[in-house]
Protein backbone atom coordinates (compact mmCIF):
# COMPACT_ATOMS: atom_id res chain seq x y z
CA UNK A 1 0.00 0.00 0.00
CA UNK A 2 1.25 3.40 -0.87
CA UNK A 3 1.90 5.40 2.17
CA UNK A 4 1.78 9.39 2.94
CA UNK A 5 4.10 11.01 5.46
CA UNK A 6 2.05 13.68 7.67
CA UNK A 7 4.34 16.53 8.89
CA UNK A 8 6.30 15.83 11.81
CA UNK A 9 4.86 16.79 15.04
CA UNK A 10 1.69 17.68 13.71
CA UNK A 11 -0.04 14.64 15.46
CA UNK A 12 1.59 15.26 19.10
CA UNK A 13 0.86 18.93 18.88
CA UNK A 14 -2.65 18.27 18.14
CA UNK A 15 -2.78 16.03 20.65
CA UNK A 16 -1.58 18.56 23.29
CA UNK A 17 -4.06 21.30 21.94
CA UNK A 18 -7.10 19.51 22.93
CA UNK A 19 -6.19 17.20 25.79
CA UNK A 20 -7.65 14.31 24.31
CA UNK A 21 -4.85 11.73 23.94
CA UNK A 22 -6.27 8.50 25.26
CA UNK A 23 -10.00 9.93 26.13
CA UNK A 24 -12.62 7.32 25.92
CA UNK A 25 -15.96 7.74 24.33
CA UNK A 26 -18.51 7.92 27.09
CA UNK A 27 -21.55 7.50 24.45
CA UNK A 28 -21.71 4.21 22.56
CA UNK A 29 -25.27 4.16 21.42
CA UNK A 30 -25.11 7.12 18.90
CA UNK A 31 -23.80 6.98 15.36
CA UNK A 32 -20.50 9.00 16.83
CA UNK A 33 -18.22 10.17 14.24
CA UNK A 34 -14.38 11.67 15.23
CA UNK A 35 -12.22 13.63 13.03
CA UNK A 36 -10.82 12.10 9.89
CA UNK A 37 -7.05 12.70 9.50
CA UNK A 38 -4.43 11.36 7.69
CA UNK A 39 -6.21 7.89 7.73
CA UNK A 40 -6.73 8.15 11.67
CA UNK A 41 -9.88 8.80 13.33
CA UNK A 42 -9.12 11.32 15.52
CA UNK A 43 -10.96 12.77 19.07
CA UNK A 44 -12.14 16.20 18.79
CA UNK A 45 -12.10 19.40 20.87
CA UNK A 46 -15.67 18.66 21.62
CA UNK A 47 -19.12 17.77 19.65
CA UNK A 48 -21.65 19.10 17.74
CA UNK A 49 -24.90 16.99 18.30
CA UNK A 50 -27.80 16.73 15.42
CA UNK A 51 -31.48 15.71 17.00
CA UNK A 52 -33.57 14.50 14.13
CA UNK A 53 -35.64 16.60 11.72
CA UNK A 54 -39.01 14.84 12.97
CA UNK A 55 -38.26 16.13 16.66
CA UNK A 56 -38.56 19.53 15.75
CA UNK A 57 -42.08 19.17 14.13
CA UNK A 58 -43.43 16.47 16.52
CA UNK A 59 -42.22 18.31 19.53
CA UNK A 60 -40.21 21.81 19.53
CA UNK A 61 -39.69 22.26 22.74
CA UNK A 62 -38.08 18.94 23.90
CA UNK A 63 -35.97 19.31 21.08
CA UNK A 64 -34.87 22.65 21.13
CA UNK A 65 -34.19 21.64 24.89
CA UNK A 66 -32.02 19.15 23.98
CA UNK A 67 -30.21 21.30 21.81
CA UNK A 68 -29.66 23.53 23.94
CA UNK A 69 -28.53 21.52 26.85
CA UNK A 70 -25.82 19.40 24.17
CA UNK A 71 -24.31 22.79 23.39
CA UNK A 72 -24.15 23.84 27.13
CA UNK A 73 -22.83 20.08 27.79
CA UNK A 74 -21.83 17.80 25.33
CA UNK A 75 -21.39 15.32 27.12
CA UNK A 76 -24.82 15.48 29.22
CA UNK A 77 -26.67 11.84 29.63
CA UNK A 78 -29.22 13.36 27.45
CA UNK A 79 -27.37 12.70 24.79
CA UNK A 80 -29.29 8.96 25.19
CA UNK A 81 -32.43 10.34 24.16
CA UNK A 82 -34.37 8.88 20.91
CA UNK A 83 -34.45 11.98 19.20
CA UNK A 84 -30.66 12.76 19.51
CA UNK A 85 -29.69 10.44 16.55
CA UNK A 86 -26.07 11.39 15.87
CA UNK A 87 -22.76 13.62 17.00
CA UNK A 88 -19.58 14.39 15.58
CA UNK A 89 -16.28 15.75 16.82
CA UNK A 90 -15.33 19.35 16.18
CA UNK A 91 -11.98 20.34 15.05
CA UNK A 92 -10.09 23.46 15.99
CA UNK A 93 -7.35 25.21 14.47
CA UNK A 94 -4.95 22.52 15.10
CA UNK A 95 -6.70 19.71 13.77
CA UNK A 96 -7.58 21.72 10.90
CA UNK A 97 -3.91 22.42 9.96
CA UNK A 98 -2.87 18.97 10.18
CA UNK A 99 -5.80 17.23 8.07
CA UNK A 100 -4.55 20.22 5.25
CA UNK A 101 -0.79 18.91 6.08
CA UNK A 102 -1.79 15.28 5.86
CA UNK A 103 -3.89 15.71 2.38
CA UNK A 104 -0.39 17.70 1.38
CA UNK A 105 1.82 14.90 2.23
CA UNK A 106 -0.53 12.30 0.11
CA UNK A 107 -1.15 14.59 -2.67
CA UNK A 108 1.83 13.49 -4.65
CA UNK A 109 1.85 9.72 -4.44
CA UNK A 110 -2.28 9.97 -4.84
CA UNK A 111 -1.55 11.61 -8.38
CA UNK A 112 1.02 9.23 -9.26
CA UNK A 113 -1.73 6.50 -9.34
CA UNK A 114 -2.80 5.97 -13.16
CA UNK A 115 -5.84 7.63 -14.17
CA UNK A 116 -7.54 3.70 -14.82
CA UNK A 117 -7.13 3.08 -11.16
CA UNK A 118 -8.55 6.31 -9.36
CA UNK A 119 -11.72 6.03 -11.91
CA UNK A 120 -12.53 2.73 -9.96
CA UNK A 121 -13.50 5.05 -7.14
CA UNK A 122 -16.58 6.47 -9.17
CA UNK A 123 -17.75 2.88 -10.37
CA UNK A 124 -17.25 1.70 -7.07
CA UNK A 125 -18.89 5.05 -5.48
CA UNK A 126 -21.67 4.54 -6.95
CA UNK A 127 -22.18 0.77 -6.24
CA UNK A 128 -22.12 1.53 -2.52
CA UNK A 129 -24.62 4.52 -2.85
CA UNK A 130 -26.89 2.05 -4.66
CA UNK A 131 -26.31 -0.97 -2.02
CA UNK A 132 -26.81 1.48 1.00
CA UNK A 133 -29.27 3.97 -0.48
CA UNK A 134 -31.59 2.87 2.83
CA UNK A 135 -28.97 4.79 4.81
CA UNK A 136 -28.46 7.59 2.42
CA UNK A 137 -31.91 8.23 2.73
CA UNK A 138 -32.13 7.88 6.81
CA UNK A 139 -29.58 10.09 7.02
CA UNK A 140 -30.76 13.21 4.90
CA UNK A 141 -34.00 12.16 6.73
CA UNK A 142 -32.81 12.33 10.23
CA UNK A 143 -31.72 16.33 8.65
CA UNK A 144 -34.89 17.55 8.11
CA UNK A 145 -35.12 16.72 3.99
CA UNK A 146 -38.00 15.16 2.50
CA UNK A 147 -37.52 11.56 1.62
CA UNK A 148 -39.46 11.70 -1.75
CA UNK A 149 -36.32 14.72 -2.10
CA UNK A 150 -33.87 12.83 -0.80
CA UNK A 151 -34.42 10.23 -3.47
CA UNK A 152 -34.14 12.97 -5.97
CA UNK A 153 -30.39 14.16 -3.86
CA UNK A 154 -29.43 10.31 -4.62
CA UNK A 155 -30.46 10.36 -8.12
CA UNK A 156 -28.12 13.23 -8.72
CA UNK A 157 -25.55 11.39 -7.48
CA UNK A 158 -26.19 8.19 -9.51
CA UNK A 159 -25.70 10.31 -12.53
CA UNK A 160 -22.59 12.42 -11.94
CA UNK A 161 -21.49 8.96 -11.61
CA UNK A 162 -23.44 6.78 -13.92
CA UNK A 163 -21.11 4.91 -16.54
CA UNK A 164 -21.45 6.99 -19.43
CA UNK A 165 -20.42 10.05 -17.37
CA UNK A 166 -17.10 8.17 -16.04
CA UNK A 167 -16.60 7.55 -19.41
CA UNK A 168 -16.78 10.91 -20.67
CA UNK A 169 -14.85 12.26 -17.99
CA UNK A 170 -11.83 9.80 -18.77
CA UNK A 171 -11.74 10.85 -22.05
CA UNK A 172 -11.85 14.99 -21.02
CA UNK A 173 -8.56 13.98 -18.53
CA UNK A 174 -6.28 12.64 -21.83
CA UNK A 175 -5.89 13.01 -25.53
CA UNK A 176 -2.97 11.94 -27.51
CA UNK A 177 -2.08 12.83 -30.99
CA UNK A 178 0.59 11.53 -33.64
CA UNK A 179 2.49 14.16 -35.47
CA UNK A 180 5.08 13.00 -37.57
CA UNK A 181 7.76 11.70 -35.20
CA UNK A 182 6.39 12.86 -32.16
CA UNK A 183 3.43 11.97 -29.94
CA UNK A 184 1.29 14.94 -28.81
CA UNK A 185 -0.53 14.26 -25.30
CA UNK A 186 -3.02 16.91 -23.72
CA UNK A 187 -4.03 15.68 -20.43
CA UNK A 188 -4.93 17.53 -17.10
CA UNK A 189 -2.70 17.34 -13.95
CA UNK A 190 -4.18 17.23 -10.62
CA UNK A 191 -4.15 20.99 -8.85
CA UNK A 192 -2.96 19.25 -5.60
CA UNK A 193 -4.58 19.79 -2.19
CA UNK A 194 -8.52 20.52 -2.08
CA UNK A 195 -10.33 22.12 0.54
CA UNK A 196 -14.39 21.53 0.27
CA UNK A 197 -16.62 23.88 2.10
CA UNK A 198 -20.20 22.11 1.56
CA UNK A 199 -23.62 24.56 2.68
CA UNK A 200 -25.52 24.39 5.25
CA UNK A 201 -28.82 22.97 2.94
CA UNK A 202 -27.26 20.20 1.25
CA UNK A 203 -23.99 19.14 2.95
CA UNK A 204 -24.02 14.68 1.91
CA UNK A 205 -24.70 15.48 -1.68
CA UNK A 206 -22.02 18.59 -2.10
CA UNK A 207 -19.40 16.28 -0.46
CA UNK A 208 -20.22 13.82 -2.18
CA UNK A 209 -18.23 15.53 -5.23
CA UNK A 210 -14.91 15.49 -3.14
CA UNK A 211 -14.95 11.78 -5.09
CA UNK A 212 -14.37 13.83 -8.17
CA UNK A 213 -11.51 15.73 -6.83
CA UNK A 214 -10.18 12.27 -5.60
CA UNK A 215 -10.25 10.86 -8.90
CA UNK A 216 -8.69 13.68 -10.93
CA UNK A 217 -5.68 13.23 -8.60
CA UNK A 218 -5.96 15.30 -5.91
CA UNK A 219 -6.15 15.23 -1.64
CA UNK A 220 -8.78 16.66 -0.29
CA UNK A 221 -9.84 18.30 2.99
CA UNK A 222 -13.96 18.36 3.78
CA UNK A 223 -15.60 20.37 6.31
CA UNK A 224 -18.86 19.35 7.11
CA UNK A 225 -20.85 22.57 8.50
CA UNK A 226 -20.66 22.54 12.50
CA UNK A 227 -24.58 22.90 12.68
CA UNK A 228 -25.90 19.71 10.30
CA UNK A 229 -21.82 17.40 10.16
CA UNK A 230 -23.83 13.86 10.47
CA UNK A 231 -24.82 12.94 6.81
CA UNK A 232 -21.64 14.52 5.92
CA UNK A 233 -19.22 12.53 8.25
CA UNK A 234 -21.22 9.22 7.76
CA UNK A 235 -20.73 9.77 3.74
CA UNK A 236 -17.14 10.09 4.10
CA UNK A 237 -15.93 7.88 6.84
CA UNK A 238 -18.18 5.22 6.32
CA UNK A 239 -18.76 5.61 2.70
CA UNK A 240 -16.28 6.72 1.17
CA UNK A 241 -12.91 5.70 3.32
CA UNK A 242 -13.14 2.03 3.21
CA UNK A 243 -13.37 2.43 -0.59
CA UNK A 244 -9.90 4.40 -0.90
CA UNK A 245 -8.81 1.56 1.81
CA UNK A 246 -9.61 -0.93 -0.82
CA UNK A 247 -8.20 1.15 -3.76
CA UNK A 248 -4.65 0.93 -1.66
CA UNK A 249 -4.68 5.21 -1.90
CA UNK A 250 -2.38 7.05 0.31
CA UNK A 251 -4.40 7.33 3.66
CA UNK A 252 -4.08 11.27 3.59
CA UNK A 253 -6.42 11.23 0.48
CA UNK A 254 -9.38 11.58 2.48
CA UNK A 255 -9.63 13.95 5.61
CA UNK A 256 -12.48 14.93 7.34
CA UNK A 257 -13.39 17.55 9.81
CA UNK A 258 -16.36 19.34 11.48
CA UNK A 259 -15.59 22.91 11.60
CA UNK A 260 -16.57 26.18 12.10
CA UNK A 261 -16.46 28.38 8.36
CA UNK A 262 -14.96 31.44 9.08
CA UNK A 263 -11.97 29.53 10.97
CA UNK A 264 -11.60 26.89 8.39
CA UNK A 265 -12.06 29.47 5.59
CA UNK A 266 -9.32 31.96 6.92
CA UNK A 267 -6.70 28.78 7.35
CA UNK A 268 -7.50 27.54 4.48
CA UNK A 269 -7.07 30.95 2.44
CA UNK A 270 -3.73 31.75 4.49
CA UNK A 271 -2.46 27.79 3.96
CA UNK A 272 0.39 27.49 1.57
CA UNK A 273 -0.26 23.54 1.29
CA UNK A 274 -4.07 24.40 0.17
CA UNK A 275 -4.35 24.64 -3.78
CA UNK A 276 -7.90 24.87 -4.39
CA UNK A 277 -11.41 25.83 -2.81
CA UNK A 278 -14.41 24.73 -3.44
CA UNK A 279 -16.73 27.19 -1.82
CA UNK A 280 -20.50 26.91 -1.86
CA UNK A 281 -22.71 29.81 -0.29
CA UNK A 282 -24.01 32.65 -1.05
CA UNK A 283 -23.08 35.31 -3.71
CA UNK A 284 -22.03 37.99 -1.62
CA UNK A 285 -19.91 36.45 0.29
CA UNK A 286 -18.84 34.25 -1.86
CA UNK A 287 -17.24 36.57 -4.35
CA UNK A 288 -15.52 38.37 -1.70
CA UNK A 289 -13.74 34.82 -1.17
CA UNK A 290 -13.17 34.47 -4.66
CA UNK A 291 -11.39 38.03 -4.20
CA UNK A 292 -9.11 36.44 -0.70
CA UNK A 293 -8.50 32.97 -3.09
CA UNK A 294 -6.57 35.21 -5.85
CA UNK A 295 -4.92 37.07 -3.72
CA UNK A 296 -3.35 34.45 -1.66
CA UNK A 297 -2.74 32.31 -4.94
CA UNK A 298 -5.57 29.94 -4.55
CA UNK A 299 -7.82 28.66 -6.92
CA UNK A 300 -11.56 29.55 -5.98
CA UNK A 301 -14.53 27.19 -7.31
CA UNK A 302 -17.68 28.49 -6.87
CA UNK A 303 -21.06 27.12 -6.22
CA UNK A 304 -23.58 30.43 -5.33
CA UNK A 305 -26.80 31.34 -5.88
CA UNK A 306 -29.07 30.77 -8.40
CA UNK A 307 -32.20 32.76 -9.24
CA UNK A 308 -33.17 30.72 -11.99
CA UNK A 309 -35.91 31.09 -15.03
CA UNK A 310 -38.26 29.23 -16.62
CA UNK A 311 -39.24 30.73 -20.04
CA UNK A 312 -42.61 29.86 -21.50
CA UNK A 313 -43.67 30.14 -25.25
CA UNK A 314 -46.93 30.54 -26.65
CA UNK A 315 -46.86 26.74 -28.38
CA UNK A 316 -45.58 24.90 -24.91
CA UNK A 317 -47.05 22.35 -22.76
CA UNK A 318 -48.82 24.47 -20.38
CA UNK A 319 -49.48 21.08 -18.18
CA UNK A 320 -45.81 20.29 -18.22
CA UNK A 321 -44.78 23.93 -17.76
CA UNK A 322 -46.59 24.09 -14.84
CA UNK A 323 -44.90 20.93 -13.46
CA UNK A 324 -41.81 22.33 -13.90
CA UNK A 325 -42.64 25.71 -11.88
CA UNK A 326 -44.04 23.86 -9.20
CA UNK A 327 -40.07 22.64 -9.02
CA UNK A 328 -39.56 26.19 -7.29
CA UNK A 329 -41.22 24.70 -3.66
CA UNK A 330 -39.53 21.78 -3.45
CA UNK A 331 -37.53 22.05 -0.41
CA UNK A 332 -39.88 25.55 0.34
CA UNK A 333 -37.13 26.67 -2.32
CA UNK A 334 -34.69 26.69 -0.13
CA UNK A 335 -32.33 24.61 -2.89
CA UNK A 336 -30.34 26.66 -5.32
CA UNK A 337 -30.92 25.25 -8.14
CA UNK A 338 -34.85 25.40 -8.56
CA UNK A 339 -36.81 27.63 -10.20
CA UNK A 340 -36.85 31.69 -8.91
CA UNK A 341 -39.13 33.23 -11.90
CA UNK A 342 -41.25 32.66 -14.97
CA UNK A 343 -41.74 34.79 -17.85
CA UNK A 344 -44.09 33.51 -20.00
CA UNK A 345 -45.61 34.63 -23.66
CA UNK A 346 -49.24 36.43 -22.88
CA UNK A 347 -51.11 34.69 -25.19
CA UNK A 348 -50.99 31.57 -22.46
CA UNK A 349 -50.42 33.34 -19.38
CA UNK A 350 -53.79 32.72 -18.21
CA UNK A 351 -53.80 29.28 -18.85
CA UNK A 352 -50.57 29.00 -17.00
CA UNK A 353 -51.32 31.22 -13.85
CA UNK A 354 -54.41 28.83 -13.74
CA UNK A 355 -52.23 25.49 -13.91
CA UNK A 356 -49.78 26.68 -11.76
CA UNK A 357 -52.42 27.75 -8.90
CA UNK A 358 -54.16 24.15 -9.39
CA UNK A 359 -50.71 22.30 -9.28
CA UNK A 360 -49.32 24.29 -5.90
CA UNK A 361 -52.52 22.65 -4.18
CA UNK A 362 -50.57 19.19 -4.40
CA UNK A 363 -47.26 20.71 -2.66
CA UNK A 364 -47.67 19.75 1.28
CA UNK A 365 -45.97 20.09 4.36
CA UNK A 366 -45.22 17.34 7.00
CA UNK A 367 -42.93 15.13 8.59
CA UNK A 368 -39.79 14.77 6.20
CA UNK A 369 -40.43 10.73 6.29
CA UNK A 370 -43.71 10.74 4.40
CA UNK A 371 -44.05 10.27 1.07
CA UNK A 372 -46.39 12.78 -0.33
CA UNK A 373 -44.25 15.83 1.27
CA UNK A 374 -42.14 18.67 -0.17
CA UNK A 375 -41.81 21.17 2.00
CA UNK A 376 -39.45 21.93 4.15
CA UNK A 377 -39.70 23.83 7.62
CA UNK A 378 -38.25 27.65 7.32
CA UNK A 379 -36.96 28.66 10.53
CA UNK A 380 -36.55 32.32 9.60
CA UNK A 381 -39.30 33.73 7.17
CA UNK A 382 -38.97 37.26 7.96
CA UNK A 383 -37.22 37.93 5.06
CA UNK A 384 -40.07 35.97 3.12
CA UNK A 385 -42.32 38.55 4.09
CA UNK A 386 -40.38 41.33 3.09
CA UNK A 387 -39.83 40.36 -0.13
CA UNK A 388 -43.78 39.39 -0.48
CA UNK A 389 -44.80 43.12 0.87
CA UNK A 390 -42.51 44.58 -1.48
CA UNK A 391 -43.25 42.95 -5.12
CA UNK A 392 -47.51 43.70 -3.89
CA UNK A 393 -46.74 47.52 -2.70
CA UNK A 394 -44.83 48.00 -6.37
CA UNK A 395 -47.95 46.36 -7.94
CA UNK A 396 -47.39 42.58 -7.96
CA UNK A 397 -51.06 40.37 -7.31
CA UNK A 398 -51.01 37.69 -5.16
CA UNK A 399 -52.50 34.71 -6.66
CA UNK A 400 -52.03 31.97 -4.05
CA UNK A 401 -50.71 31.79 -0.47
CA UNK A 402 -48.76 33.95 1.19
CA UNK A 403 -48.84 32.59 4.64
CA UNK A 404 -47.11 30.19 7.32
CA UNK A 405 -49.32 26.96 7.87
CA UNK A 406 -48.85 24.25 10.39
CA UNK A 407 -47.44 20.65 9.75
CA UNK A 408 -50.86 19.27 8.60
CA UNK A 409 -51.19 22.65 6.55
CA UNK A 410 -53.39 24.55 8.45
CA UNK A 411 -53.40 28.36 8.03
CA UNK A 412 -51.47 29.43 11.80
CA UNK A 413 -49.11 33.00 12.55
CA UNK A 414 -46.61 30.04 14.46
CA UNK A 415 -46.38 27.48 11.64
CA UNK A 416 -43.33 26.69 10.94
CA UNK A 417 -43.92 25.64 6.95
CA UNK A 418 -44.61 28.86 4.61
CA UNK A 419 -47.28 28.40 1.72
CA UNK A 420 -46.30 28.08 -2.18
CA UNK A 421 -46.88 31.69 -2.94
CA UNK A 422 -47.11 32.85 -6.44
CA UNK A 423 -47.53 36.44 -6.98
CA UNK A 424 -48.40 38.10 -10.93
CA UNK A 425 -46.05 41.03 -12.36
CA UNK A 426 -47.07 42.92 -14.99
CA UNK A 427 -44.75 44.15 -17.43
CA UNK A 428 -40.98 42.97 -18.79
CA UNK A 429 -39.36 46.94 -18.43
CA UNK A 430 -39.56 47.32 -14.43
CA UNK A 431 -39.48 43.41 -13.28
CA UNK A 432 -36.30 43.99 -11.88
CA UNK A 433 -37.56 46.50 -9.90
CA UNK A 434 -38.65 43.57 -7.78
CA UNK A 435 -36.39 42.08 -5.52
CA UNK A 436 -38.42 38.76 -5.71
CA UNK A 437 -37.08 38.93 -9.51
CA UNK A 438 -33.66 40.64 -9.40
CA UNK A 439 -32.35 37.70 -6.19
CA UNK A 440 -32.88 34.43 -4.99
CA UNK A 441 -35.26 34.65 -2.53
CA UNK A 442 -34.53 31.24 -1.47
CA UNK A 443 -37.86 30.79 -0.02
CA UNK A 444 -40.90 28.64 -1.94
CA UNK A 445 -42.15 32.50 -3.66
CA UNK A 446 -42.37 32.85 -7.05
CA UNK A 447 -43.08 35.77 -9.59
CA UNK A 448 -44.91 35.22 -12.91
CA UNK A 449 -43.64 37.88 -15.58
CA UNK A 450 -46.56 38.74 -17.78
CA UNK A 451 -44.89 40.81 -20.58
CA UNK A 452 -46.99 43.79 -22.69
CA UNK A 453 -48.18 41.73 -25.76
CA UNK A 454 -46.02 42.22 -28.77
CA UNK A 455 -45.03 40.42 -32.13
CA UNK A 456 -43.56 37.21 -31.47
CA UNK A 457 -40.19 38.71 -32.89
CA UNK A 458 -39.69 41.28 -30.66
CA UNK A 459 -41.21 39.26 -27.45
CA UNK A 460 -38.28 36.51 -28.79
CA UNK A 461 -35.67 39.23 -28.41
CA UNK A 462 -36.88 40.88 -25.25
CA UNK A 463 -37.26 37.76 -23.12
CA UNK A 464 -33.38 36.99 -24.53
CA UNK A 465 -32.51 40.04 -23.57
CA UNK A 466 -34.13 39.12 -20.07
CA UNK A 467 -32.84 35.86 -19.52
CA UNK A 468 -29.03 37.12 -20.34
CA UNK A 469 -28.71 40.10 -18.69
CA UNK A 470 -29.51 38.04 -15.08
CA UNK A 471 -26.58 38.96 -12.99
CA UNK A 472 -27.03 35.03 -11.52
CA UNK A 473 -26.81 31.87 -13.84
CA UNK A 474 -27.33 28.70 -12.97
CA UNK A 475 -29.82 27.04 -14.76
CA UNK A 476 -32.24 28.02 -17.20
CA UNK A 477 -35.57 26.40 -19.09
CA UNK A 478 -37.45 27.17 -22.32
CA UNK A 479 -40.83 25.32 -22.87
CA UNK A 480 -41.49 25.65 -26.45
CA UNK A 481 -42.93 23.50 -29.64
CA UNK A 482 -41.30 25.92 -32.26
CA UNK A 483 -37.70 24.52 -33.65
CA UNK A 484 -36.92 27.77 -34.24
CA UNK A 485 -37.93 29.55 -31.08
CA UNK A 486 -35.98 26.40 -29.44
CA UNK A 487 -32.71 26.80 -31.46
CA UNK A 488 -32.45 30.07 -31.00
CA UNK A 489 -32.43 29.76 -27.33
CA UNK A 490 -29.82 27.21 -27.77
CA UNK A 491 -27.74 29.46 -29.88
CA UNK A 492 -27.52 32.72 -27.97
CA UNK A 493 -28.59 32.16 -24.40
CA UNK A 494 -25.22 32.70 -23.08
CA UNK A 495 -26.42 33.11 -19.35
CA UNK A 496 -26.10 30.13 -17.57
CA UNK A 497 -24.25 26.59 -16.79
CA UNK A 498 -27.13 24.43 -17.99
CA UNK A 499 -30.02 25.28 -20.14
CA UNK A 500 -33.19 22.48 -20.28
CA UNK A 501 -35.93 22.56 -22.76
CA UNK A 502 -39.10 20.61 -22.58
CA UNK A 503 -37.69 19.28 -19.27
CA UNK A 504 -37.52 19.09 -15.65
CA UNK A 505 -35.66 22.01 -14.43
CA UNK A 506 -34.25 19.93 -11.41
CA UNK A 507 -33.66 16.65 -13.12
CA UNK A 508 -30.13 15.40 -13.32
CA UNK A 509 -28.77 13.70 -16.64
CA UNK A 510 -25.89 11.86 -17.47
CA UNK A 511 -22.67 13.86 -19.20
CA UNK A 512 -24.55 17.32 -18.57
CA UNK A 513 -23.34 19.23 -15.37
CA UNK A 514 -25.40 19.35 -12.19
CA UNK A 515 -23.74 22.04 -10.80
CA UNK A 516 -22.15 25.52 -11.86
CA UNK A 517 -22.82 29.00 -13.44
CA UNK A 518 -21.94 32.28 -14.58
CA UNK A 519 -21.62 35.46 -13.43
CA UNK A 520 -22.78 36.09 -9.29
CA UNK A 521 -23.35 32.02 -8.95
CA UNK A 522 -19.88 30.79 -10.44
CA UNK A 523 -18.11 34.41 -10.09
CA UNK A 524 -15.09 35.48 -12.56
CA UNK A 525 -13.94 32.05 -13.46
CA UNK A 526 -17.52 30.89 -13.70
CA UNK A 527 -18.97 28.27 -15.84
CA UNK A 528 -20.78 24.99 -15.78
CA UNK A 529 -18.92 22.89 -13.11
CA UNK A 530 -17.57 19.29 -13.86
CA UNK A 531 -15.31 19.10 -10.47
CA UNK A 532 -13.37 16.36 -11.74
CA UNK A 533 -11.87 19.25 -14.58
CA UNK A 534 -12.29 22.04 -12.18
CA UNK A 535 -9.78 20.51 -9.87
CA UNK A 536 -7.36 19.61 -12.65
CA UNK A 537 -5.53 21.72 -14.95
CA UNK A 538 -4.19 21.24 -19.03
CA UNK A 539 -1.08 20.35 -19.71
CA UNK A 540 0.32 19.56 -22.80
CA UNK A 541 3.28 17.11 -24.15
CA UNK A 542 5.30 16.33 -26.53
CA UNK A 543 7.63 13.29 -27.01
CA UNK A 544 9.98 13.47 -29.66
CA UNK A 545 12.23 10.59 -31.37
CA UNK A 546 15.31 11.88 -33.78
CA UNK A 547 14.37 15.36 -33.99
CA UNK A 548 16.96 18.05 -34.65
CA UNK A 549 15.63 21.01 -32.12
CA UNK A 550 17.22 23.58 -34.60
CA UNK A 551 15.39 21.84 -37.83
CA UNK A 552 11.95 22.11 -35.21
CA UNK A 553 12.93 25.92 -34.97
CA UNK A 554 13.95 26.80 -38.39
CA UNK A 555 12.87 24.13 -40.93
CA UNK A 556 15.00 22.91 -43.28
Known sequence: MLRGTVQEGSAEAYSRSTGTAGRAESVKQLKSYDLLIGGQDVPGDGWVYTVSGRSLLEDVFTSVSLKRTLEQDPESEVALHPYVVGRCAVANDAAIDWATQAAAAAAPLWAAVPLEHRMKLGTRFREELIARQDEFLEMLVAESHPVKLARWELS???????????????????????????????????????????????????????????????????????????????????????????????????????????????????????????YIGGSQEGLKFEQDCVANGKKPILELAGNDGIVVWSDADVKYAAEAITESFYGSGQICMVPNYVLVHPAVADALIAEVCEQVKGIKPGLPEQEDVLLSPVRRSERFFRLLRQALGNGAELLTGGNRMEVDGTVSDTGVFLQPTVVKVSGLKDARSYDVVREETFFPLIPIIVPEADDDDALLEAFLGFVNSNDYGLRNSLWAGSDEVIDTFVRRVVNGGLLKVNDSHIGFLPYLPSHGGTGRTGGAFGEANYPMLKTSHVQGVSIARGVSPYRAVFGD
Open 156 to 278: CLLQIYAPGSLRWYTKQMRVEKEYGDRKLILHRQPDGVVGFNPPQNAPLPSAALSVLAMMAGNAVVVRAPRSIALSTMWLLRDVVAPLLEELQAPPGVLNAICSNPKQTMDRWVADPLIDDIF
